[in-house]
């Protein structure tokens, strides 16, 4: 019997016209023939492949064997499963509903700069900062801006130190693929890299390492994820913000959501978005998407809660872990225990399961199962 070689064609009517696709850029990255871009254009966010080498939903190496595209991806079949196999060494229980993890902090960065700069504790920008410094890493693969930011269009972007991770700190709402810096920081001469991002994103590294997808996946180390429920389609600025509230790109400082959209505007002025007027511009990525707390990282993190500057903190391996223990040792990090703000865990929980259940019921079960209901 042939052993099956799910490859470009299977990826293509399973995943990416199948309405799986996040756009997360692993399959780009991992393609060992250069054979997949990625449309960033009109709110496409989803790879493509280049019609020199086959068509749109076939390809010539894929016919020859190459299963790269489809090892690497992290919503292809029965993903959920390898992935926390291979990161946590066992299936995840029903009552794991927001993934695996080892601990919950609370934790903000003690450099003041960085903390200023960082959208909840500047924990993110504080770990990235240390190990930068501290030679865990050589480069981290973050979301920066186009030109001097005001424009706020988000660009995957290769930080090397401190200062790289100040100018790349903060959140940005609309989809940055950040796996696409990869190139630009292997070219660069880095071999272990950490990759900030999303859930969607930051499984992409341990799909690849379940599946053996080779050096692309031993060089992504380390991943730091953001929980996140959705992104937005860039156009949500001239169609919403301007359309209706007058508020041009420029005139925006800082950006959060916490309920509604939160604009800090640079007049000073300080406006609040309804979140039922946004939902209009969500990705269409975002729309099945089952995984609100990056459940694959090594640490995730979040800024639900009571404290809106302390970082909510997950780590979730034993590389995670060892990081996170060698910052506090060099007073890097400030942390107090998860249990100071229930209601941040208990939001968590809320919140994964309601990512949970938008895995469509044409795909696998293991992403849509959910401890039963406490009565
Ligand atoms: C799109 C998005 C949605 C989010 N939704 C939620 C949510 O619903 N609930 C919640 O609790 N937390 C959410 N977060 C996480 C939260 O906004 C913070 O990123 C997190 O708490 C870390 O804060 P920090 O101060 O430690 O990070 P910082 O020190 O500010 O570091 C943030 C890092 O994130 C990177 N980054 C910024 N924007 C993007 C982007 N669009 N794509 C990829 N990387 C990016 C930056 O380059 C930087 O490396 C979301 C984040 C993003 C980007
Ligand atoms: S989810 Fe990511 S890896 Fe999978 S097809 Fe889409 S862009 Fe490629
Ligand atoms: S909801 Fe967030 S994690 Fe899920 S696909 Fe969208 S951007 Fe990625």
């Known amino acids: 019997m042939a052993i099956e070689k799910p490859q470009w064609t299977e990826l293509f009517e399973e995943v990416v016209t199948g309405g799986l696709c996040t756009g997360c850029a692993a399959c780009v990255i991992a393609c060992p023939h250069d054979v997949l871009d990625y449309d960033a254009a009109d709110g496409a966010y989803k790879p493509f492949h280049l019609d020199i080498d086959g068509s749109i939903d076939t390809c010539t190496h894929g016919a020859k064997g190459c299963t790269m595209c489809t090892r690497a991806c992290p919503r292809f079949r029965s993903w959920e499963e390898e992935i926390d196999e291979k990161r946590f060494g066992r299936p995840r229980h029903v009552d794991e509903v927001f993934g695996q993890s080892i601990e919950i902090f609370l934790a903000r960065a003690t450099d003041p700069e960085l903390a200023a700069a960082g959208q909840d504790g500047g924990f993110v920008s504080a770990l990235l900062a240390f190990a930068l410094e501290h030679d865990h890493v050589d480069a981290a693969l973050v979301s920066g801006l186009e030109g001097d930011g005001s424009s706020w269009r988000t660009v995957p972007t290769v930080v090397t130190d401190r200062a790289g991770v100040l100018a790349t700190a903060g959140s940005r709402y609309t989809y940055s693929a950040n796996m696409l810096a990869y190139g630009e920081a292997v070219e660069a001469g880095a071999e ?20 053996k997808a080779g050096k692309v996946a031993r060089r992504l180390g380390l991943t730091i994820g953001l929980l996140c429920s959705k992104t937005f389609d860039d156009a949500i600025f001239e169609e919403l913000f301007e359309a209706k509230y007058q508020i041009r790109r420029d005139e925006i400082l800082k950006m959060n959501i916490k309920g509604v959209f939160q604009l800090w505007l640079t007049d000073d002025r300080y406006v609040e978005v309804p979140l039922k007027e946004c939902h209009a511009w969500t990705r269409e990525g975002c ?20 404290f809106s500057d302390w970082t909510l903190t997950i780590v979730r391996t034993e590389a ?56």
Not at 287 to 306: K, L, R, V
Not at 338 to 354: C, E, F, T
Request: with cysteine.
């Open 192 to 211: 272990r890299l950490a990759l900030v991002g999303m859930g969607c994103q930051v499984s992409g590294p341990g799909a690849m390492q379940a599946r």
């Open 287 to 306: 729309t099945t998407c089952p995984d609100f707390a990056a459940e694959h990282a090594d640490i995730s993190t979040g800024g639900i809660g009571s």
């Open 320 to 375: 995670g872990k060892d990081l996170l223990d060698a910052m506090r040792e060099a007073g890097q990090v400030e942390l107090r225990p998860g249990d100071d703000d229930p209601a941040a865990i208990s939001l968590l929980r809320r919140l994964a399961g309601v990512s949970r259940r938008r895995w469509p019921a044409h795909a696998v079960e293991a992403p849509r199962l959910l401890p039963p209901p406490v009565t």
